[in-house]
């Protein structure tokens, strides 16, 4: 089992940066792939970026590719995600997610452990 905590959220002015961290505790941090999804108001939660175990193939959402970077060290145990250019529409809260060392995680179904999330708003 693994235990995920995110930080780094906050209020930012439309076109700044943020950086997104992830902390696991627990079993082995390379034995997941790890991702980060999205959830505003009343809509529901969405993919935003993944990563493999090893942090060689990472994938994103269309709507933050050229504008988000997802990271991970695994010596520190963090995954990490930088956020540029930020839009009011990036505005939500954002979860980590942890799936299985072969997989990786860009649909809800396949996480199989959750952070409690950190919020992100951005203003116009």
């Known amino acids: 089992q693994v235990q995920l905590v995110e930080s780094g959220g906050g209020l930012v002015q439309a076109g700044g940066s943020l950086r997104l961290s992830c902390a696991a505790s627990g079993r082995t941090f390379s034995s997941y792939g790890m991702g980060w999804f999205r959830q505003a108001p009343g809509k529901e939660r969405e993919f935003v970026a993944a990563?493999?175990?090893?942090?060689?193939?990472?994938s994103y959402a269309d709507s933050v590719k050229g504008r988000f970077t997802i990271s991970r060290d695994n010596a520190k145990n963090t995954m990490y995600l930088q956020m540029n250019s930020l839009k009011p529409e990036d505005t939500a809260v954002y979860y980590c997610?942890?799936?299985?060392?072969?997989?990786?995680?860009?649909?809800?179904?396949?996480?199989?452990?959750w952070g409690q999330g950190t919020q992100v708003t951005v203003s116009s």
């Open positions: 997610a942890a799936t299985g060392r072969d997989r990786m995680v860009v649909l809800t179904s396949l996480a199989d452990y």
């Open positions: 990563i493999s175990w090893s942090g060689t193939i990472t």
